[in-house]
DNA sequence: ATTTTTCGTGTATTTTTTACACAAAAAGTG
DNA sequence: CACTTTTTGTGTAAAAAATACACGAAAAAT
């Protein structure tokens, strides 16, 4: 018999995390996805995720699910929203807390032992199980707004990327479109990138400018309590 | 003996709701405490908040706790944050979900069944117990953060305002000074407030004009995806 | 009547945003 | 190799927004 050991007075939900990853592959938004072995929902994506255990924090809970399921460590993660409709999990009452992470994409590919992960661009998401739909809509609207206060491109890009693709980054979170040299003008005043003197090597066309992020310079700038405009 | 009879093969934690309950007295943004009547922390302020149910979201049981403990029905709330620290509760597990909340004061005084609620002004709050002082950072940082997109001022002000105070509120909220000159222009150009023919009555120095939201207005505009610019 | 406080208002200057076009680099084509 | 195609870097003029700033009028208190 299954044994239930763990009593209370009254009833208690279960606590589960969850995480929302986002990659961007140069010109896409991407999510990373894993296919549900078990029911509920057995054969429908979701994201990865799992019960919270009693000593460690939602944080350390989302963290560790990540790495079991997707082999990803030491991504860097941010908390947005506990969803807790009573009957959002069939089997019993489960509140989720979700996170989404920022990866640099490219290095996440292979290497993984969950071979149940795999990244979809954002406009060809199946439909997923549970609320989780709505758990990406809700991320989508946080990753939107945090973009004017932090350079998410941080996590998100390569150590070295173009101007082009940061601007489809841009262009892709926010879904709009900017004048190519308004956004490079915009972008270096803000005084956060390194302009290298490499270019891209495998160049597509011509070759482009490389940059990276200057970690101390936005430090400073956070320091005064900026914010980034778009 | 305490009949514990709510068994589960895993452990679970507690989840509790709390809410920061923003006011506004037309200079300084002020916070709704409750005194606490049992331990831990006996005697010392809080949030209220409490034990969420099985049947109920977190969004009603936090509304239901703003109604038991400070008599306040059908306020604006709005989930910022899980607090999840394994030893946050001296007692067990406990996690919760914090909200803020946003209130006409001058509807709030009186008529409450709790006496153990008070307002304290942002710089004198007493410390608080759990982890509410960091909770109550938590949700300033956030409000900060949603003025962006919010016209906060919706929930906190009276019916008709004066643009002083909106302009006191903005200030109480950023913590920065403006031109006011400047700020009733800028204002103005946002187009979501009427203009009311009455002053002040109780008039102070001066009688000012009254303003009120214009709800269909800023909805228009919110729709096309705006952003209040401070 | 005088003083004090608060209110409403306009303009000139600076800064930021926007709109917009051409020449050079590389690759692909035949 | 010439030619075409795609992508890149770059600057300027016009419009809009942000800023700095001062005085006269209304009401209350004395």
């Known amino acids: 018999m299954d044994e239930k050991k763990y009593c209370y007075k009254y009833p208690h939900p279960s606590v589960t995390t969850d995480c929302v990853i986002f990659g961007f592959d140069g010109t896409r938004l991407q999510v990373l996805l894993v296919k549900r072995g078990i029911e509920p929902y057995k054969g429908r994506w979701a994201f990865p995720g799992g019960f919270l255990k009693m000593d460690e924090s939602c944080e350390e809970g989302a963290l560790r699910e990540l790495r079991e399921e997707t082999g990803l460590t030491g991504a860097y993660i941010e908390q947005f929203h506990a969803f807790s409709d009573p009957h959002r999990d069939p089997r019993e009452r489960v509140i989720t807390i979700a996170y989404y992470a920022l990866v640099k994409i490219q290095e996440v590919q292979g290497g993984d032992d969950a071979e149940r992960a795999e990244w979809f661009a954002l406009d060809e998401v199946p439909p997923l199980a549970f609320d989780h739909d709505r758990i990406l809509r809700e991320?989508?609207?946080r990753l939107r707004e945090r973009i004017h206060f932090e350079p998410v491109g941080f996590e998100l890009l390569p150590e070295k990327f173009t101007m082009?693709?940061?601007?489809?980054?841009?262009?892709?979170?926010?879904?709009?479109?900017?004048?190519?040299?308004?956004?490079?003008?915009k972008m270096l005043h803000f005084n956060i990138l390194n302009q290298l003197d490499e270019t891209t090597r495998?160049?597509?066309k011509r070759e482009a400018f490389l940059y990276s992020f200057n970690v101390e310079s936005y430090n400073e700038l956070k320091q005064k309590g900026f914010r980034l405009e778009f």
Chains 1, 2 share one sequence.
């Open 139 to 141: 991320a989508m609207k």
């Open 164 to 185: 082009k693709q940061l601007q489809n980054l841009y262009e892709a979170i926010l879904d709009v479109h900017f004048d190519r040299r308004n956004f490079t003008k």
């Open 202 to 204: 495998p160049t597509p």
